[in-house]
């Protein structure tokens, strides 16, 4: 079973690039989420998802756009990249909004 | 206030020995707990649940206070295998969890 699934797993930006993460559940969850992992500061709440085609802000949106075109997929894009999201991206997936979460691998980004 | 509170650490301890970790949360009217692990440059995975009456899985044991508002981890026998970082997860306002920052965890031979 593949659970979530996260591309690419490494990234090098410089500032002002632009990319954009994907994540992919074939769990048939509901919700999807997006944090980001910095030392010290635990997981951080970017975007979420409570179903296809809607999306929400979390504790830190600015700077990140989201899209859940499809209930599998949920896209995190960075429209002009800066220092200070340089972080491990998690994705993560649940069937409600208290239920357990499932998370990707990650993806480690570093912009210069 | 944090909505989550965990004492970072690192807790130290050798091999066999037992362990406890307490979380603390602020939302009294908090419903879902868990205890995720998060070994090194890898993502949480979900450890256990964390029900009212208490629960236990081999060496694990959780427990709830809902009283003081805190939830523990108790690890007992300690493994190297133990090593990691302990997230404690509660949901907060807004109908969403709220992990906490982590307990480190090394276990030593």
């Known amino acids: ?112 | 206030r944090k909505e989550v509170e965990q004492d970072p650490g690192p807790f130290n301890v050798p091999e066999g020995a037992t362990v406890a970790f307490n979380c603390t949360y602020s939302n009294s009217a908090s419903q879902s707990f868990f205890w995720y692990r998060q070994d090194c440059r890898k993502e949480p995975k979900l450890l256990m649940s964390v029900y009212s009456s208490g629960n236990e899985d081999g060496r694990f044991t959780a427990q709830l206070n809902r009283a003081s508002q805190y939830i523990s981890l108790l690890i007992r026998d300690s493994k190297l295998s133990d090593s990691a970082t302990y997230l404690c997860v509660v949901n907060g306002g807004g109908n969403k969890l709220v992990f906490g920052a982590g307990t480190i965890l090394r276990v030593k031979s």
């Not at chain 1, 085609?53 to 894009?77: C, H, I, M, W």
């Not at chain 1, 002009?80 to 909004?97: E, L």
């Open chain 1, 1 to 112: 079973n593949a659970g979530v699934t996260q591309t690419p797993k490494f990234r090098v930006l410089k500032t002002g690039q632009s990319m954009t993460l994907l994540c992919a559940q074939d769990m048939n969850h509901e919700y999807m989420y997006w944090y980001r992992q910095d030392p010290g500061m635990g997981l951080r709440l970017i975007h979420y998802s409570v179903g296809e085609g809607t999306t929400a802000k979390g504790e830190v949106p600015d700077g990140y756009n989201v899209s859940r075109l499809k209930k599998q997929n949920f896209l995190l894009g960075l429209e002009s990249a800066a220092p200070s999201q340089t972080s491990v991206y998690f994705c993560a997936s649940s069937y409600s909004a208290l239920d357990t979460q499932y998370f990707g691998p990650g993806t480690r980004l570093t912009v210069l």
